[in-house]
């Protein structure tokens, strides 16, 4: 579902945030990305939704060329970003069925699909209500409604739970396991909850310093009775990434 | 591309109706000059001499500010959420530019109502070849908008916009023509691309229709609508794979 050979980003000024990522997931996979702050991972998902355009590598994301086709690899992507995408003052239901109708879905049809994916999620009622008046976890799930209209083949969620409390952040493991349960979605996803990577990842790939370090199967990883939480910090190290920098950058 | 244009132009009309009291507001202050200059402008000046100065006022303001709309869109994500749909990067721009330029019709017949109770007496070609340049103007300026609000930072836009509308409208010759001023100051404000539509505007206003400065306004109207767009299409396509 995506195979990278060498992705890389290299920003102007010469930042090389992301260097030569080789990354596999299969069809139907929950695959966790896993890295520090900095560490690359918000810049990869942007390269693999077509946001940001790669400098080096070459990638294929849904069965589609990254660079070559775009379009169509948008066509069969979902994504929500860190920050979601709910503008405050207008009703859900006109964002949702402007959303459907981006997607190349009639007016009708969109409406209805909307209906259709907001009930899934457990948000029916809601979606006459704009964004400020939701909880939390509400918003995030409609974050999740947003990339879910046009039945994609493969999520993208960039810290979906963040923020979230832990009634919320398990609703909505919940809603990810039956996506992939009930419709066959690969969902490829970033987290700082090692927790949450070990409860609902097939697989996780963690990256540091623009590179992938460790990968496999939590099960794999957790050697020796260690936790996720403890084979993270072997492999990233336990400074502040903040405070390294800022060293780096006084010496 | 066309369709998605509609779909986001139609949504963003939609948005700009639940809203009705902004299109007021974004008027007001043209309307202020009108209400409270006017009379006393048309003690040695005409309300045709005035008015299309306050119609590229309107424009500067009202268009020049439309950016702050999709800096709210970038802060809240949904930007971000249209740009990964396979919607023609273009029409995100052009669904955005159309609707503002709606607002700025609404904005400009209300303001040429009022100007028609206090004297003005345009000509009715000339209004509608004006509404033409001002349509044009709008969009042109609306997307240049949009493309300074994606490229700088978001609290900068705010100070930025209205720091620089202030000299333009001036040096538009909005107040009083600029063929008023020193030399000097005359000069500059032919660098202005606002000047040429204005004294366009004018001239339409006055029944004036094949002359040199028409056309000039014309001519730059549309060179004007070009680079800007060209850059607002850039912008929003920027960094996309």
Redesign the interface.
Same mark, same amino acid.
């Given at each position: 579902m995506i195979k990278t050979t060498g992705l890389g980003k290299t920003f102007e000024g010469g930042v090389e945030a992301v260097q030569g990522v080789d990354i596999t997931v299969e069809s139907g996979e929950i695959v966790g990305f896993l890295g520090p702050n900095g560490a690359g991972k918000t810049t990869t998902m942007r390269m693999l939704t077509t946001l940001l355009r790669p400098t080096a590598g070459t990638a294929t994301v849904a069965g589609r060329d990254l660079l070559g086709d775009a379009r169509e690899v948008r066509r069969r992507i979902g994504y929500v970003s860190q920050s979601g995408g709910i503008p405050f003052g207008t009703p859900l239901k006109d964002e949702l069925e402007l959303q459907g109708m981006l997607y190349g879905l009639g007016r009708g049809p969109a409406v209805a699909k909307a209906a259709e994916v907001v009930a899934g999620l457990g948000l029916a009622g809601l979606d006459t209500r704009s964004g400020e008046t939701l909880s939390g976890g509400q918003r995030r799930r409609f974050d999740m409604a947003f990339a879910l209209l046009h039945d994609p083949v493969l999520l993208f969620l960039d810290e979906p739970t963040t923020g979230l409390d832990p009634q919320s952040r398990a609703n909505l493991w919940d809603h990810i396991r039956t996506l992939r349960a009930e419709k066959g979605i690969t969902v490829f996803l970033t987290t700082h909850y090692l927790d949450e990577a070990d409860a609902l990842c097939d697989r996780v790939l963690i990256i540091d310093h623009g590179r992938i370090v460790a990968e496999g199967a939590p099960a794999e990883l957790k050697t020796g009775g260690r936790t996720l939480d403890d084979v993270f910090l072997d492999i990233t190290g336990r400074s502040l990434r903040e405070e390294s920098e800022l060293s780096g950058k006084g010496a | 591309m066309l369709r998605?244009t509609w +779909?986001?132009f139609r949504?963003g009309v /939609? #948005?700009t109706v639940?809203?009705k009291v902004g299109i007021v507001f974004g008027a007001v202050q043209p309307l202020l000059f009108l209400v409270l200059f006017g009379p006393i402008f048309t003690t040695f000046g005409t309300w045709e001499t005035l008015v299309p100065g306050l119609i590229v006022q309107l424009g500067l303001l009202s268009m020049g500010l439309a950016g702050f709309g999709v800096v709210?869109?970038k802060?809240?994500? #949904?930007l971000? /959420?249209?740009? +990964?749909?396979? #919607?023609s990067r273009l029409a995100l721009l052009l669904g955005r530019v159309l609707n503002n330029a709606v607002t700025l019709v609404v904005q400009t017949v209300l303001l040429l109502a009022v100007a028609f109770a206090l004297g003005l007496r345009a000509p009715a070609p000339g209004l509608a070849a004006g509404f033409v340049l001002v349509v044009v103007l709008g969009i042109s300026l609306a997307a240049l908008s949009y493309a300074i609000a994606l490229t700088i930072n978001e609290h900068l836009f705010a100070p930025v916009m209205s720091t620089a509308v202030v000299p333009l409208i001036l040096l538009s010759g909005s107040f009083l023509p600029m063929s008023m001023a020193p030399g000097w100051l005359d000069a500059i404000s032919h660098i202005s691309p606002f000047r040429y539509v204005l004294e366009a505007l004018r001239e339409l206003f006055q029944g004036r229709y094949l002359t040199s400065t028409v056309g000039a306004g014309v001519v730059v109207t549309v060179v004007f609508a070009a680079v800007a767009l060209t850059i607002g299409a850039r912008v929003f396509d920027r960094?996309? #794979?």
């Open positions: - | 998605d +779909v986001l949504h /939609r #948005a639940r809203q709210f869109e802060r809240s994500g #949904a971000e /959420r249209m740009r +990964v749909t396979p #919607a960094e996309n #794979a």
